[in-house]
């Protein structure tokens, strides 16, 4: 077999791979792609003036990387941070670059596959979190968790507006 083909098909296995993590005791997902590492909670710096989902910033390896708290977004509560809780770090696309954005999970559960033929578009309605920020539903072992859509999540005009 070619090494093209051989390509083709890492490239499509990676399509079908999801980091699933949980909040607040619920599974969600995003694409595995898009993200560019996990790293252990760490002090994140204040910045006046921003949402109150927006808690600061914080230095990855030498980057100083924008930290949201997906609950305090979502509109859920704030994160409790425990042993456990992780910065997902996410490579968010903007009109012509890419930004590095943090996002606060309780715990990772797992890097796994859900096939394209398992994922449906998300219903109108019945879900906790506002219905722009689940890219689709995707039946794992049995039970439909949300894909979320990180580039509505991650909004960088939404993220970037003073809070009143």
Request: proline letters at 2%.
């Amino acid at each position: 077999m070619s090494a093209d083909v051989l390509q083709g098909d890492e490239n499509s296995i990676a399509q079908n791979q999801y980091l699933l993590f949980y909040l607040k005791g619920e599974i969600y997902a995003i694409k595995a792609l898009s993200t560019s590492e996990i790293v252990e909670y760490s002090y994140i710096t204040k910045v006046p003036k921003m949402h109150s989902y927006v808690k600061g910033v914080t230095n990855i390896r030498g980057n100083i990387v924008p930290v949201v708290d997906l609950l305090d977004r979502f509109g859920l509560g704030i994160s409790e941070i425990g042993p456990k809780s992780s910065i997902v770090v996410i490579n968010y696309q903007s009109e012509d670059y890419v930004n590095q954005l943090g996002v606060i999970i309780d715990e990772v559960y797992e890097v796994d596959d859900i096939e394209s033929s398992n994922i449906q578009s998300a219903p109108e309605f019945g879900s906790q979190i506002d219905r722009r920020f689940i890219a689709s539903m995707g039946k794992y072992r049995g039970e439909y968790i949300a894909i979320l859509n990180t580039q509505t999540i991650l909004n960088a005009k939404d993220l970037s507006a003073l809070s009143e």
